[in-house]
């Protein structure tokens, strides 16, 4: 079982950053991928960022791109989600995930954000006011 706690969520004002945290505890030796998505009422969840917690591989939503940052401290057990440049269409319940991928040794890694995740945090809301 795998325990996830996010933290960091909040409000402010477009233009603003926030920095999201993740902490992992429990038996993650099958998961390969620490993830972010979010979700907005009467919306699918996406994803917006993914890291593959070997290699540092990372990944984002289109939508995300050079205004986002995924990055991991193993030590600490905890991914982090820099948030810049936050615009109100960034409003949503922000949910860290933890996802087992498999891809054929040697190749290319597929992007996670797709992947179905085996384990999700509570959620944290960030608000971004116009």
């Known amino acids: 079982q795998v325990q996830l706690v996010e933290s960091g969520g909040g409000s402010v004002q477009a233009g603003g950053s926030l920095r999201l945290s993740c902490v992992t505890s429990?038996?993650?030796?099958?998961?390969?991928?620490m993830a972010w998505f979010r979700q907005v009422p009467g919306k699918e969840r996406e994803g917006v960022a993914g890291?593959?917690?070997?290699?540092?591989?990372?990944f984002y939503a289109d939508s995300v791109k050079g205004r986002f940052t995924i990055s991991q401290d193993n030590a600490k057990r905890t991914v982090y989600l820099q948030m810049d440049s936050l615009s109100p269409d960034d409003t949503a319940m922000y949910y860290c995930?933890?996802?087992?991928?498999?891809?054929?040794?040697?190749?290319?890694?597929?992007?996670?954000?797709?992947?179905?995740?085996?384990?999700w945090g509570p959620g944290t809301q960030v608000t971004v006011s116009s």
């Open positions: 995930a933890a996802v087992s991928v498999r891809y054929p040794w040697g190749s290319t890694p597929p992007s996670p954000l797709l992947a179905k995740p085996k384990y």
């Open positions: 429990g038996y993650t030796v099958n998961i390969n991928v």
């Open positions: 890291i593959y917690t070997g290699p540092g591989f990372t």
